[in-house]
């Protein structure tokens, strides 16, 4: 009997630990069966972590998946991966670099020209870490907000041609300790001038504040288009998004989070919930997670600052200067 205990108290840890792992760290799932034949989906950074796993299941469901990556090699074997394990053949890389204002009007060029419809729109593609875009914007605020507020602008009609349609934008927990300081941002960079790791991870949660309030004032803006769109927070997700920590951190995390963090598919759910659920409409503009409706801080509900946020971005990513280039964007008053 004395022997048996160990194995005992061992099997009941164990035990004890898949039950929390499956109720607490595993999340919520999407339960939509809704399925997309005929439509499109693009993802952006999706040859990796959560948008890899979002991309995969929008191609079982039998959507048309295009795949906007900035390093093709990647994309392709992601590609190669969710087209084997789906089965589906409609999952295609087309490049996109959100570090750079002129790849986004590229890739926006390149799909409506080639692409007939634009069903949903996920802005998954981020970035936790140091340096500067093309452009000169500090990294996650021109990746995670700016690259994405362009992108979205130049694709809005096609949306709203295939209407009823939606916008989903990856955002964080995170966005609770951001803050925008307009003064930085129209010296035109929000260049974080140390690049220490927190200077990185203040200049990560202000872009995640941006991500909810852009989606914010694009809801009102969206009204009664049947666009809709939704921003929301993953959960904590073993992913790649630490790789530019020192290597003795990563080290560090890597068992603690393969342990106790979702894995992408778990981090994928609540994603594909604000891209697929049926009757979330009339919370356009709303932050999610665990696939369902959250509330955010004071910052994150300010329509004042997300007014002023969308303004400064229209000029920060020169918007308007693509119309004439672009029959499909919209028109500058
Ligand atoms: N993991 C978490 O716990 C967590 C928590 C909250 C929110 N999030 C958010 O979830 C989203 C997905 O992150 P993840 O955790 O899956 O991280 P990840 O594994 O690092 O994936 C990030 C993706 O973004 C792409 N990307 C980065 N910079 C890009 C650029 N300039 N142009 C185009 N694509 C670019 C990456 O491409 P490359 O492979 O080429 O670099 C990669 O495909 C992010 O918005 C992140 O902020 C994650
Ligand atoms: C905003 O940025 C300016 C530099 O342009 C700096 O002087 C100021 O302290 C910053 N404000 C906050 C609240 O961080
Ligand atoms: C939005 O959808 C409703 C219900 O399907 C429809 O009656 C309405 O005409 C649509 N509006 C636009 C602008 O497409």
Known sequence: ??????????????????????????GTKCTSSVKLKG????????????????????????????????????????????????????????????????SVRSFAETFLQTEPRLDILINNAGVFGPGHTDDGFDMAFGVNHLGHFLLTNLLLERLKQCSPSRIVNVASFFQRFGNINFSLLASKKDRVLDQSPWHN??????????????????????????????????????????????????????????????????????????ALQEGIESFSGRYFSDCALQEVGDKGRDDALAKKLWEVSERLSSLYNSVNSNPEAPKFI
Request: some cysteine; proline content about 2%.
């Open 1 to 26: 009997m004395s022997e048996l205990q160990p194995t005992l108290v061992v099997a009941a840890v164990v035990f004890f630990y898949l039950t929390v792992y499956y109720f607490v760290f595993r």
């Open 39 to 102: 439509k499109t989906a693009i993802v952006t950074g999706s040859n990796t972590g959560i948008g890899k796993a979002t991309a995969l299941d929008l191609a079982k469901r039998e959507a048309r998946v295009i795949l906007a990556c900035r390093n093709k090699k990647k994309a392709e074997a992601a590609a190669f991966d969710i087209r084997r394990e789906s089965g589906n053949n409609q999952v295609v890389f087309m490049h996109l670099d959100l570090a750079s204002l002129k």
């Open 201 to 274: 991870l203040q200049a990560y949660c202000n872009s995640k504040l941006c991500n909810v309030l852009f989606t914010r004032e694009l809801a009102n803006r969206l009204d009664g288009t049947n666009v809709t769109c939704y921003s929301l927070h993953p959960g904590v997700v073993s992913t790649e998004l630490g790789r530019s920590m020192s290597l003795w951190v990563q080290l560090l995390m890597k068992p603690f989070a393969k342990a106790f963090f979702k894995d992408s598919e778990g981090g994928s759910q609540t994603t594909l919930y604000c």
